[in-house]
């Protein structure tokens, strides 16, 4: 979507656009619109067809100039995903050795040491990545955020899914190359493949080291 100006309306269909958000709802959609306009950063109004009418204002324009692009030399990718027992074997047998050995150090916030709020971190630490791991298994709302804001600021994003949640992935996310994982080996070994194919390797990567190890 591109507006005609500084001073432009976009138009927007509440019921049809929301997943330009990368929400999985009207809901969701509306929330993030309540925060913008919050901030001060933009402002929206909506008839009774459903049709939001959004404009910046001088305070989101300066904050859409200040978006940074994707720091190439960066050696963190930042991975989103469901902070759950069940996949935790998923993030130790797949996602993060699959990370190291293709030279890059994984963030999950849940792992992180900070004293602001976890808004800030998980913004913060998608900016300072090289790219976005999402892992949709369990449908987490805040996946769909990461991995939005991570698309938004023009990050690479790779997209998973354990299969038996395939179902219910929703329909926007599912026009992307998601990657279907069985069990963390497959997983591991998918994911390797899709970094170095993607973003290529990372300023930690040790050439010595076997691919996928």
Request: proline share 4%.
């Amino acid at each position: 979507m591109r507006t005609g100006g500084f001073e432009s309306e976009v138009k927007i269909d509440l019921k049809k656009d929301y997943p330009f958000a990368f929400v999985r709802g009207e809901k969701d959609f509306v929330f993030i619109l309540r925060l913008l306009q919050s901030e001060g950063t933009g402002r929206w109004e909506t008839n009774k067809k459903n049709i939001i009418g959004i404009t910046l204002t001088a305070q989101g324009w300066d904050l859409v100039d200040e978006i940074p692009r994707p720091t190439m030399s960066s050696e963190k990718a930042f991975v989103a995903m469901w902070f759950n027992a069940e996949v935790n074997t998923a993030y130790r047998g797949g996602i993060e050795p699959a990370v190291r050995s293709s030279g890059y150090s994984p963030i999950r916030i849940d792992f992180e040491e900070y004293t602001d709020s976890v808004i800030d971190e998980i913004i913060a630490g998608i900016k300072e990545s090289r790219f976005v791991v999402a892992d949709f298994t369990g449908q987490r709302n805040g996946v769909y955020f990461e991995a939005g804001y991570g698309k938004g600021l023009g990050h690479d994003v790779i997209w998973t899914c354990r299969h038996d949640h395939m179902t219910k992935l929703h329909f926007d996310v599912r026009g992307f190359n998601v990657i279907v994982w069985n069990d963390p080996a497959d997983l591991r070994e998918k994911l390797s493949r899709r970094i170095r194919a993607v973003v290529g390797y990372g300023p930690l990567h040790d050439p010595t080291e076997t691919p996928g190890s």
